[in-house]
């Protein structure tokens, strides 16, 4: 069974910086690429970052191109989000996802697992 577990959420002030982590477990993690979503209450998850197998290839959101940094660990099966000069839009629940490729991808269904979520506050 696959799993995700995502950490590292929390809250910070306007400008400051987080590291979200994503450890999974329970498929071969280096065959698959790996996204982050972001979601506010009543609306749709929305795509922040993915990360082909390799780390090859990297696709951001247009709304945190410059900020945000996507990288993988093959050996610790693990992905990460660091986020920079966060700001009060930022604020949502980050979720780690596994996609069903290899190479990628902004679209929700994409990906065939997910993770439970993590809170990130940025207040102003």
């Known amino acids: 069974q696959v799993q995700l577990v995502e950490s590292g959420g929390g809250l910070v002030q306007a400008g400051g910086s987080l590291r979200l982590s994503c450890a999974a477990s329970g498929r071969t993690f280096s065959s698959y690429a790996m996204g982050w979503f972001r979601q506010i209450p009543g609306k749709e998850r929305e795509f922040v970052a993915a990360i082909s197998w390799n780390g090859g290839n990297k696709y951001y959101a247009d709304s945190v191109k410059g900020r945000f940094t996507i990288t993988r660990d093959n050996a610790k099966n693990t992905v990460y989000l660091q986020m920079n000069s966060l700001k009060p839009e930022d604020t949502a629940i980050y979720y780690c996802?596994?996609?069903?490729?290899?190479?990628?991808?902004?679209?929700?269904?994409?990906?065939?697992?997910w993770g439970q979520g993590t809170q990130v506050t940025v207040s102003s």
């Open positions: 996802a596994s996609s069903r490729g290899r190479f990628g991808s902004s679209l929700y269904h994409d990906y065939d697992y």
